[in-house]
C-alpha cells in the first residue's frame, strides 16, 4: 500500500515552455502532499506544501508564480514550471502523507526535468 | 525553521563493517527522525525512523539512537554489504515538513 506515481518520469523542454507534472497516491488519499527539488549530488529542498481544496504554501525563496501547484483532489497533486530556463533543470520529486499518519512520507519516483 | 547537519558526507568502509552516520538537529519541537537511502536517479526510500519518546530502535542490520538533550540522532547499519552502497539522509519533522541532512555518500568496499 501507500504507492504515489509520477508523470512523466522524463521530459526535455524548450527555454521558455512550461511543463506539467503530476503527483498521484494510488491506493490511499493525500491529506497533504509536498514538492522537492534535488540538484546532482545535493539534498532535497522542499519547494511547497499543498493540502487538497487549498492554496499551496511555498518555502522563502520559491517563487508562487512561477511554480505552479494545483492539488484538486485528494489523490491528485500537479507541478507546472512555467517559463523554464535552464536553471530550472532538476529531479523534482513529490510525496504524500495519508489521514493515518501525518509524518510518514510516501514518495513519488521523481521526474527528471531537462531545460534546454 | 529546522536546520539538519549531517557528517559525514563520505564514508567507504569495508564490506562486514559497520557504518555510523550522525545528524544534529536545531528545532526542539521536532519529533519524528527518518533515515531515507536513494540510489542514483530513485526516490528515497524509508529504512527506519523513530519518534521522539523512542530513543533506539532497531531493525535487523539496521539501529538508529536519538537523543533528544542533545538533539542529535544517528544511524547504525552493521555487518555492511556491497548492495547497501547509496546516499543516505536523515531529516527531521516539525510541523510535519521535513527537512534534510545534506546526505552521506557510504561505499562498501568488497
Redesign the interface.
Known amino acids: 500500500g501507500a504507492v504515489v506515481s509520477q508523470h512523466p518520469s522524463r521530459v526535455i523542454c524548450k527555454s521558455g515552455t512550461s511543463v506539467k507534472i503530476e503527483c498521484r497516491s494510488l491506493d490511499f488519499q493525500a491529506t497533504?502532499m509536498?514538492w522537492y527539488r534535488q540538484f546532482p549530488k545535493?539534498?532535497?529542498?522542499?519547494m511547497a506544501?499543498s493540502n487538497e481544496g487549498s492554496k499551496a504554501t511555498y518555502e522563502q525563496g520559491v517563487e508562487k508564480d512561477k511554480f505552479l501547484i494545483n492539488h484538486a483532489s485528494l489523490t491528485l497533486s500537479t507541478l507546472t514550471v512555467t517559463s523554464a530556463h535552464p536553471e530550472d533543470s532538476s529531479?523534482y520529486?513529490c510525496s504524500a502523507?495519508s489521514g493515518t499518519d501525518?509524518?510518514?512520507?510516501y514518495?513519488?519516483?521523481?521526474t527528471?526535468l531537462t531545460v534546454t | 525553521g529546522e536546520n539538519v547537519e549531517q557528517h559525514p558526507s563520505t564514508l567507504s568502509v569495508q564490506e562486514g563493517d559497520s557504518a555510523v552516520i550522525k545528524c544534529t538537529y536545531s528545532d526542539s519541537a521536532s519529533n519524528y527522525f527518518p533515515w531515507y537511502k536513494q540510489e542514483l536517479g530513485k526516490r528515497p526510500q524509508l529504512i527506519i525512523d523513530i519518534r521522539s519518546n523512542v530513543g533506539e530502535k532497531k531493525d535487523q542490520r539496521i539501529a538508529v539512537t536519538l537523543n533528544k538533550t542533545a538533539k542529535h540522532f544517528s544511524l547504525h547499519i552493521t555487518e555492511t554489504q556491497p548492495e547497501d552502497s547509496a546516499v543516505y539522509f536523515c531529516a527531521a519533522s516539525s510541523a510535519r515538513q521535513l527537512t534534510f541532512g545534506s546526505g552521506t555518500q557510504l561505499t562498501v568496499l568488497p
Not at chain 1, 102 to 105: H, K, S, T, W
Open positions: 497533504t509536498f545535493q539534498s532535497l529542498m522542499l506544501t529531479f520529486i502523507t501525518v509524518y510518514e512520507q514518495f513519488g519516483p521523481g527528471r
